[in-house]
């Protein structure tokens, strides 16, 4: 498994517990802050799914970007599940080759199937 398998798959895992502890804990928020914190709760995980897919297609520094901005995914006291996207985000925006191997062929010369 490379490490970009392994970072697309935790970017993945990173949305999928994002959204269930910001979706559980909705009910709970203020009235006059249900929608703000509700379009973060999704907007959040959706970057992350985001960034994993352009991971997939060779756009680190994008991804990385998307990683950052995931971490407005409001996750309360359990805020330390945020440091590893931010962290990732972070090193892929500014230094991706040290994160990420060169790939051998650019991305437009590959075959899509």
């Known amino acids: 498994m490379t490490v970009r398998r392994v970072l697309q798959g935790g970017s ?5 517990v994002g959204a269930v502890i910001a979706l559980g804990s909705l009910g709970q928020v203020n009235a006059d802050a249900r929608f703000l914190v509700g379009v973060a709760s999704i907007a959040g995980p959706l970057c992350a799914v ?7 297609v060779g ?10 901005l995931s971490v407005v995914t409001p996750t309360y006291f359990a805020f330390v599940v945020n440091l590893p996207a931010l962290v990732v985000g972070l090193a892929l925006l500014i230094a ?3 994160v990420l191997p060169r790939r051998a062929e ?8």
């Open 106 to 113: 650019p991305v437009e010369a590959r075959v899509r199937a």
């Open 59 to 68: 756009a680190d520094r994008w991804a990385g970007g998307l990683l950052v």
């Open 12 to 16: 993945l895992v990173w949305a999928a």
């Open 96 to 98: 991706p080759r040290y």
């Open 50 to 56: 985001a960034a994993s897919r352009l991971l997939a």
